[in-house]
């Protein structure tokens, strides 16, 4: 029997790509402004370190449901802060960091093979989740485009564009899947990041009606609380695939390991170093923002998240990230999240203050 390798079946992993503009760069006289990748850079609240530290010593397995302290933290966080509705302790189900469940989502619900839409321009791991469980995909921003499909990705604030979906395209959605019997999985991960938008998430009631079924939000603490390393994210919606998740998940071993629930607690019960983080935010995209208007850049959406999604009059995608190596500036092209972003680049604001005023005083140096 001859085996077909997965990996060979698979895009080629993006960053992996652009190594030859990295080097580039990197060779700037006053190093790389990496603005490539949106990991955090800023320290975990004391809090959650000081959570993580006093349950380092448990021994025994984890649950795969989660404490009923993360649970209940969950379901408090996201109706507090996003004023999501219709959940309780048995529909909500922490994640090994949302890449994760992402990846995995096709094949843990059982949809090998089927027709799994995601958007047009998109997060890639929708796309290699889908290939890993051999389904067919398609990209769409509209339900009409996704005629057939057993899951829908959706992604608001979306990554790379920012882009905020509103209550009446949601509401779209969740027709469209009580018309077909759909799943919808709606990845939140930036909803903490509102700038000039405010995200709406798919369980709150204005886009339910107070019917979670067949959707699911996909949430982070990865972002707002600078928890990428703690890997911790979870998942919340309709009951049924909460407990059809569960059960894949406990034979398959995918559990958040015990210490990291106990942090993910401490970050879910306070608010206050959320919001200090969307004010550092705030501040290094206002800053990046002007100097790239000034420096001849249209950006376009962006009204939440993380990133800024930027073109050159006449430029593409990697016309535009070689434009801005040569600055020492190292962008991720457009074209990483599907043809429809091969004239944008998506730049991040995950650098430190420091590296975001070189970015800034490099910009001002080639004004247009």
């Not at 009409?144 to 990705?153: M, N, R, Y």
Request: net charge negative; with cysteine; hydrophobic share 45%.
């Amino acid at each position: 029997m001859t085996r077909t390798p997965l990996g060979s079946q698979l895009p080629d992993f993006p960053w992996d790509t652009i190594a030859d503009v990295k080097e580039r760069a990197a060779a700037h006289p006053d190093g790389i402004v990496d603005l490539s990748v949106g990991t955090p850079v800023d320290s975990v609240s004391p809090a959650i370190q000081l959570a993580l530290a006093e349950n380092a010593a448990a021994p025994g397995y984890p649950q795969t449901m989660g404490t009923p302290e993360l649970r209940d933290a969950i379901v408090a966080a996201l109706e507090r802060r996003y004023n999501a509705a219709g959940l309780g302790p048995s529909s909500v189900l922490p994640v090994v960091g949302t890449k994760e469940a992402i990846a995995w989502l096709p094949t843990t619900l059982g949809l090998c093979a089927a027709r799994v839409a995601i958007p047009e321009v998109a997060y890639p791991t929708y796309e290699v989740g889908a290939l890993i469980a051999g389904c067919e995909v398609v990209r769409t921003d509209t339900p009409e485009g996704a005629s057939g499909a057993s899951l829908v990705f959706i992604n608001s604030p979306s990554n790379p564009t920012g882009q905020v979906r509103g209550v009446d395209e949601l509401r779209a959605w969740v027709a469209f899947a009580r018309e077909t019997g759909a799943i919808i999985a709606s990845d939140e991960c930036y909803m903490g990041l509102a700038w000039s938008a405010d995200p709406v998430s798919i369980l709150d009631p204005r886009v339910t009606d107070g019917d979670n079924a067949n959707l699911l939000a996909i949430h982070s603490l990865s972002k707002t609380s600078n928890m990428a390393s703690y890997r911790a994210g979870f998942l919340a919606g309709d009951e049924s695939l909460i407990q059809e998740l569960l059960l894949v998940r406990k034979h398959a071993g995918l559990m958040v390991p015990g210490p990291i629930q106990h942090a993910m607690v401490a970050a879910l019960v306070d608010d206050t170093h959320e919001e200090l983080q969307r004010l550092i935010y705030a501040k290094r995209r206002a800053l990046l923002l002007d100097a790239l208007i000034r420096a001849g850049f249209t950006v376009d959406h962006s009204e939440a998240g993380l990133y800024l999604w930027a073109r050159r009059e006449g430029a593409d995608a990697r016309e535009s990230l070689h434009w801005l190596a040569q600055r020492g500036i190292l962008a991720a092209p457009g074209d990483f999240y599907g043809p429809s972003g091969d004239n944008h680049v998506r730049i991040g604001l995950t650098a430190s203050d420091e590296r975001i005023a070189a970015a800034v005083s490099r910009l001002a140096q080639t004004e247009a």
